[in-house]
Structures are given as C-alpha cells and as structure tokens.
C-alpha cells in the first residue's frame, strides 16, 4: 500500500519569506513517481514536478527547488522568497512505476495538503 | 491542447436524483482517473480506466456509483441516487500511459441537498 504523509498541515509565512513544505511517503514498488501539485484558491490542481525515483538530483525552477531523499523517504518543496500568489493548498503525490507491475501501478495517492498563507 | 474538460462545473441536485459527470481527456492520453475531494478525506481516487477499460474500481464508495469510458474521448461517472454526504469536488484527470504527467479538469463541485 501507498501513503504519503504531509504533516503540516497549515503554514503561514510573512512575503520573501523561504519556506519548505514537508512529504515523506511509503510504497513497497521499487520504481515510483512523486508529485507535487499546487491547488490555489481558483481550485484547479496544477502540475508542478514530477520524479523518477531513480532520479535522486535535486531540482530547481526558478524560486521553487525540491529535495529528494531517498534514504528518508522524502520529497520536500521549497519556495524561496515566496510571494502572495504562491499562497494555495499544496499536494504531494505518489505514484508506482510501469516497472512495478502492482497495484499501485497508475494510481496517484495524494497527501492530505498543506496549506500555505503568504501574507504581505 | 483544450486540456481535460469537466461539465458541468457545478450541479445542485436533490437528494435521491440521478447525477452524471462528464470528462473529455486530452486527446492522445489513453488513461483517465476519477477523483473526489472532500475537506475529511481529502483527494482519493474513485477510478481509473486504461485504454478504455476500467483497471482498479477500488475506491468507488459504493454501488450508488458507476463511471463508464465508451470511447477514447469520454468517460462519465454516475451516482444514483445522490445523497448529501456525496456533496464534493468531482476531478477528473488523464496521462500516457498512467505514469506520464497527470493533468487535471477544473472539477464539478457537486452539491446534493
């Protein structure tokens, strides 16, 4: 079985603030996904990254960097000198690979959110 | 690329009446997903179909509900009948493949009273 833990569960940072948002998973696939998407206050859900879990680089793009370990089963998000649109509902996600075969296979399990309120 | 289109975007109905939700995947992604959003068990998946066919219906709460995929270019998911403890945001997403990037419709907000 799948599960991705997000435990915080609210955040409210001050603008140019750094914050990270937590996310540690559990999956017994050997090859896996993660996700992150962000669902601002509009509701859509939109894709920031995803990652191959044979792919343990960290990755940035422009104030948005992720860290994945995969020794601690984590996949951390930070946004460096937030701003008052970045103020959303953010998911992690997980998903099992084709190499998988399970079936966690093609199902993307979502942590519970955390929500972020970037004042000015 | 119109992206994945839901309809409607929200429906008020009464309790005991017959819902149906549509979804439109992008065009070329062969698997699509049904989501539910509620604020107690947050994003879980309803269902999900494969080249048309439904792979894990595991998560459909009951048998009140029922989604379809007759062709590549549409899928529907029906409760019958509605109660209000389904009142909820209705997602519906596709991807290649089921591991490529998942894109999202804007969601039906469904309201049963």
């Known amino acids: 079985a799948q599960k991705v833990t997000q435990a915080q569960t609210e955040i409210s940072v001050v603008e140019k603030e750094d914050v990270t948002l937590d996310c540690v998973y559990e999956?017994?696939?050997?090859?896996?996904?993660l996700f992150w998407y962000k669902q601002p206050p509009s509701g859509e859900l939109v894709f920031l990254i995803r990652r191959n879990s044979f792919d343990e680089q960290n990755e940035i793009s422009g104030r948005y960097s992720w860290n994945f370990q995969k020794s601690t089963s984590s996949f951390n998000f930070t946004i460096t000198a937030s701003q008052v649109v970045d103020s959303a509902v953010y998911f992690c996600a997980l998903s099992g690979s084709s190499n998988a075969g399970g079936t966690s296979y093609g199902k993307l399990t979502f942590g519970q959110g955390t929500i972020l309120t970037v004042h000015p | 690329d119109a992206g994945v289109i839901q309809s409607p975007r929200h429906e008020v109905t009464e309790m005991g009446q017959e819902v149906t939700l549509r979804c439109k995947p992008i065009?070329?992604?062969?698997?699509l997903f049904w989501y539910r959003q509620t604020m107690m068990r947050g994003l879980e998946l309803l269902i999900y179909?494969?080249?048309?066919?439904?792979?894990?219906d595991s998560g459909m709460p009951e048998d009140r509900f029922s989604a379809k995929m007759p062709n590549a270019s549409f899928s529907t998911l029906k409760i019958q009948p509605s109660e209000p403890r389904d009142s909820a945001v209705y997602f519906c997403a596709s991807n290649r493949d089921r591991v490529d990037g998942y894109t999202f419709g804007s969601g039906t907000r469904l309201t049963v009273v």
């Open positions: 065009s070329g992604h062969n698997s």
């Open positions: 999956t017994r696939d050997t090859t896996y996904y």
């Open positions: 179909f494969n080249n048309n066919v439904p792979i894990d």
